[in-house]
């Protein structure tokens, strides 16, 4: 219905926008408490100009979507951040994600909600450049040890 509606859909995202509903809304879905206010109107903003014929369709194939299988098979060094009071993807999935895949690493940012990267993007920052100087030392040894071979 939302597909077929979507121009009503979409005008009325906007007026929820303009009177304060998608606020509160993203705040109770969204956010830890954490967030600034820009933030928050950042996040409402956004949700009101995503098309929401595009936003079913991708809800629709995500009921569908399992890639657990593939997992396994991903063999580099992944890093999977989650936030601690997320509601939309929860921490454990992240945690399965953790346990199935070799070679992963897991960092629980809290508090922070599902856009935890505007909420603790400093926390964020700081997990993806140590992981990144971790692979980036990890690789120079390799190459090293079999320079000297």
């Known amino acids: 219905m939302t597909i077929w509606l979507s121009p009503l859909v979409w005008l009325m995202n906007w007026l929820s926008y303009l009177n304060g509903s ?10 830890s408490g954490q967030e600034t206010r820009g933030q928050l109107d950042f996040a409402a903003k956004f949700t009101a100009k995503q ?3 595009v936003l079913a369709k991708g809800i629709l194939a995500m009921l569908a979507w399992d890639e657990t299988a593939t997992l396994k098979g991903i063999q580099i060094p992944t890093l999977i951040i989650t936030s601690s009071h997320d509601k939309l993807t929860v921490p454990a ?6 346990a199935v895949r070799p070679n992963a690493e897991l960092v629980e ?6 856009p935890g990267f505007l909420e603790r993007s400093t926390s964020y920052d700081s997990a993806i450049a140590a992981f990144v100087e971790k692979c980036a ?3 120079s040894k390799k190459e090293h040890s079999v320079a000297s071979m």
Do not use: I, K, L
Not at 22 to 31: A, E, L, P, Y
Not at 93 to 98: G, T, Y
Not at 109 to 114: K, L
């Open 22 to 31: 998608s606020h509160r809304t993203t705040n109770w879905t969204s956010f």
């Open 51 to 53: 098309s929401p014929a």
């Open 93 to 98: 999935a992240s945690r399965h994600m953790v």
């Open 109 to 114: 940012v809290a508090p922070a909600g599902h």
């Open 137 to 139: 030392g990890a690789r």
